[in-house]
């Protein structure tokens, strides 16, 4: 596990630490949202439907309500009858009600709340409620819900208020939560220009982010505004969708963000808050819920997928046609999946230059736990699937698969899926890096040892930044100099508090420790659409460079005044505006601040993207920037038991700027750690829609000692760039089709099912008569 | 009733709770709970000590590790009175009691070994009790030590490092000395 980082430092002047409070992290005295304590605080606890699809026909909660120490008992119908709450939420569809109210849609709905003076009393109490329930024929997979003899949502959904990204194209009738469209060239003509044709369907399975802090949030009421303090990505979404359900103005509802443990996407959207308000209002106190890991496993998921992939190459290796169909399972509730299925779908169209390419993409309801925004966004499952054909199609000709995705790797200025040129292209100089540092070889597929056999794999990613999109930043500069900066970034571990505090310290050319920044507060730090999709660094961080660019023409305006030069002739720094070059003629911040009797300097920026795509072509601008990345992985195969070792893995990935080496580091390594769990173990397993493996004793992540002895890195950096690229994600997607090429090349098993577990590859290598005759072997 | 925990023994307190007697991070204390409470809820709900985190609640995941006797425990596995005059060491207790850090903690901040740093103090745990009983492990002897510590961001690149530069460190001490 020697980790070999490629990259310089960055050109800025400041020392970066990875994160700001280390001291406090390391003493274990960093606060997250589960450690605040309020006065008078109750708990809340859950009772949740046994059954997949059912039919609420009963409720009584009489007995709960009447044991000593239980404050308040919520159900679904007590929520129906109140007219002074709108009791559904969701991002797109408000689909998903507080409480069930007509029918329970996966195992573990909630269909009714407790809140009581401790947990031991919460939880007796949910002991005493009695419910009736009607079962209903459960749609428990894809195939159920295309067939559609039964039917998750029977009413229209509710539409909130539309994104700017996002077409809804539902089906009556149907379990079609949201089709994507994408037309691109004309397919029948690329199949036509054709000489070989491949169909290939994949899959990969429903995943649990896991972060090791489950979803949890304390609400109360204050004085009518509804205060909360939450664990969430998203602390705009979730007070939009709190203001919705208690019809009251967004000013209403004030929401903070501690630092997070973990996110990976679980924590976008309203998931615990809606319930917790409505019990705090209910009982006029404080309340908290805190969700078990079970309950975690059945809050959130990755969508489990299906593609079928058609593609269409010349005899001299180009691709000219692919047709994807994808069918997202987003499982009871919509949550994000009808704006994911579009990534997820136009991700399929690949980093690859291909004229003629149709998509379409479905996000289908089913019976289980909802998926939603996961690391990586679809684009893992969608690389899954491309990156797999890559070196299928290649092995089926007789191709070098390095050779292959060279010859159709997307060039500078040549158009992407979507239509649009794509700018600062470096998928070559990824793959071509990849390939050395893994030692790729086109003439050896396989190295045995004993019964064990070794061999490569490679993979090239792109994945789209949620686009349009908006970040706002305020800053104060105060009458010490020192600087503020207001965002609501969260910071979940990725270092976003530390990274914005550079950006906008070295604007002013300040040290570190004189600059500050806040916590996300709905009432205090300007809007964000959220900290997701890999955008912080290059959004938000946008916005923080104009607000404090803002500050610093203040400054030379008055420091004009002050040395009697023109603005032009200024500059900053350490802490002072000069004269170029002149340090002696020179006026510090602070006493410019105390000069313009303004207490402290402000700023306040916004910056907004802008995109879109056609809702029939899916042609537009897709993203803001792309991002890209590779990977290579090197593989070893127990013949016997089927056991997989990585042994090596290299993740490469373009960062445009780096603003903090330390933190792009660790989230490329924590890339290879989530992938390779996603490679070789983690699958969500439903029995008649009961999780078999909702806990960390049965549902495996990756350990320290499942990392690959060793990695490498090539967290590429164009000094001249100042374009930020996302890389939280960025890394990940080529991890789970890298290990499944190498898995090939060592075995001729090629498995299309995620994950590749010992089982199938054993039962691959029974399928081929003698494993041996695969490739060229070398006996060492 | 005191001669009775100063022996370490449990009792009762009038509210029907139990009174347990032990050493937590160098002072002796009482924690209170009811029997089927844990360690781990103990420790938090009542001391505050929230470097003490739930990650799994089944003792698979590492988070809530603390140090008993000098052993680290998932201190959701263990019940409140089962620590009855024992000794218990937390995240809170490994720095000096003027707030220096130990060579361990500074070792993780030198090698940025944490991103959320919710699993952080039970590595850390984990990794002072190595140290004690493997001064001389491999970098191989480090990974399957740390094995039972889960970490979801996947710091773990830097975490093999700053343990292993720590054992460094102590013996390039001990050879000083």
Redesign the interface.
Known sequence: MDSHPSFAPSGTQMQVPGMLDANLRVRGRVQYAMDAKMPGMLHAKLLRSPHAHARLVSIDASRARALPGVIAVITGPDLADRDDIYPYYGPIFRDQSVLVMDKARFVGDPVAAVAAIDLDTAQAALDLIDVEWEELEPVLSLDDALAASSIVHDEPPRLGQTFADIIVRTEANSNICNHFKLRKGDIEDGFAKADHIFEDVFTSPPVQHVPMETHNCVAWWENGVLRLISATQMPFSVRAQLAEIFKVPQTRVRITVPTLGGGYGAKTYAKVEPVTAVLAQVTGRPVRLHLTREEEFVTITKHGMQIRMKTGVTRDGKIVARHSTCYFNTGAYADIGPRLIKNGGFGTGGPHKIDNVWVDSYAVYTNLAPAGAFRGYGVSQAAWAYESQMDMIADRLGWDPYEFRMKNLLNEGEPVMTGEPMYDAHFKDLLATAAERIGWDANVKAVRHGNKVRGKGLSVIIKASVTPSTSSASVKLNEDGSLQILSSAVEMGQGAETTLSVLGGEVLDLRLDQVSITHPDTDFTPYDQGTSSSRNTYSMGTAVKMAVEDIKQQLFKLASDELEVAIGDLEVFKGRVQVKGVPERSVGYGDLVRKARAGNLLATAVYASNGGLDPETGQGIGSVHWHQAAGAAEVEVDLDTGRIEVLKYHAGVYAGRIANPAQAELQTEGNIAFGLGQALYEEMIYDGGQLQNGNLGDYMIVSIEDMPKQISLDVLERHESHDIHGIGETSLPPCMPAVGNAVFRATGVRILDLPITPEKVLRGLRAIARPQAHGQEIDA | MTDRRAQGEVTATEDGRLAIPAMLNGRQTTLVA?P?HTLLETLRDQEG?????E????G??G?CTVMLDGEPVSSCLVLAPQVAGREIR???G??APDGT?SDL??A??DH?A????????GF?ITAERLAEEHPDAS??EI??Y????????????????AVADLLERRRAGRTAD
């Open positions: 009811r089927w000590l929230y470097g003490v985190r990650g799994c609640g089944v698979m995941c988070a937390t995240v809170e490994l720095a850090l903690q500074q993780f901040i940025t944490f991103q959320c740093s919710y699993c952080t103090s850390l970098r191989e990974r399957h740390l094995a039972g510590n889960l970490c979801r961001c996947g710091s773990y690149v830097k975490i093999l490092d």
